[in-house]
T-cell receptor, first 119, second 116 residues
Framework: AQKITQTQPGMFVQEKEAVTLDCTYD???????LFWYKQPSSGEMIFLIY??????QNATEGRYSLNFQKARKSANLVISASQLGDSAMYFC????????????????FGKGTKLSVIP | NAGVTQTPKFRVLKTGQSMTLLCAQD?????MYWYRQDPGMGLRLIHY???????AKGEVPDGYNVSRLKKQNFLLGLESAAPSQTSVYFC???????????????FGDGTRLSIL
């Protein structure tokens, strides 16, 4: 089973509107972290936001917020007031805490969602 | 701030050739990683290192070797390149995990490698 699932291969949003990018995850760990990265067409990976499994409040970073629903194992990224520069691939990733093998070190990535912002 | 620097940015190889990708970080991070990114696959971990002189296999290690002789550098080697290794390679680093997995990984700009 996939550990990170991003069900939206592509999304369109009108400029200045809000958009939600979906991410569901699968883990048996109690302590884990969820990350979102942005990859513009230039190719670099840009860290956007982090949510810890024990964090009581949803993470926010400027126009980015994370809708974290632990019971549903979902960590959706919300981008408010979309801008043309938000057009990019967005990846959800998870780091688990189990100290065995690569589990505690690697990020497991979803396949990404391509967001296109329409003027 | 340089952050994570990868060299080269682009390379074309013939099948059977060897090469080394260099990753350098100036953030004094303990952990370093090599990923590959293929269309529709997201990023997959090749090898990682938790400190100078130590390396370990990730999800897709076959056909690659790594070395971490200095804390700031992490080398990825292809001994005999194959067309299946055509990909974009990313290096990343992160600070000590601690009790909670909250340290983001910082990525280089990637190396686009084509094997003919």
């Amino acid at each position: 089973a996939q550990k990170i699932t991003q069900t939206q291969p592509g999304m369109f949003v009108q400029e200045k509107e809000a958009v939600t990018l979906d991410c569901t995850y699968d883990t048996s760990d109690q302590s884990y972290g969820l990350f979102w990265y942005k990859q513009p067409s230039s190719g670099e990976m840009i860290f956007l936001i982090y949510q810890g499994s024990y964090d009581e409040q949803n993470a926010t970073e400027g126009r980015y917020s994370l809708n974290f629903q632990k019971a549903r194992k979902s960590a959706n990224l919300v981008i408010s007031a979309s801008q043309l520069g938000d057009s990019a691939m967005y990846f959800c990733a998870m780091r688990e805490s189990s100290y065995s093998g690569a589990g505690s070190y690697q990020l497991t990535f979803g396949k990404g969602t391509k967001l296109s912002v329409i003027p | 701030n340089a952050g994570v620097t990868q060299t080269p940015k682009f390379r074309v190889l013939k099948t059977g050739q060897s090469m080394t990708l260099l990753c350098a970080q100036d953030m004094n991070h303990e952990y370093m990683y090599w990923y590959r990114q293929d269309p529709g696959m997201g990023l997959r971990l090749i090898h990682y290192s938790v400190g100078e002189g130590t390396t370990a296999k990730g999800e897709v290690p076959d056909g690659y070797n790594v070395s971490r002789l200095k804390k700031q550098n992490f080398l990825l080697g292809l001994e005999s390149a194959a067309p299946s290794q055509t990909s974009v390679y990313f290096c990343a680093s992160s600070s000590n995990l601690g009790p909670r997995p909250n340290q983001p990984q910082h990525f280089g700009d990637g190396t686009r490698l084509s094997i003919l």
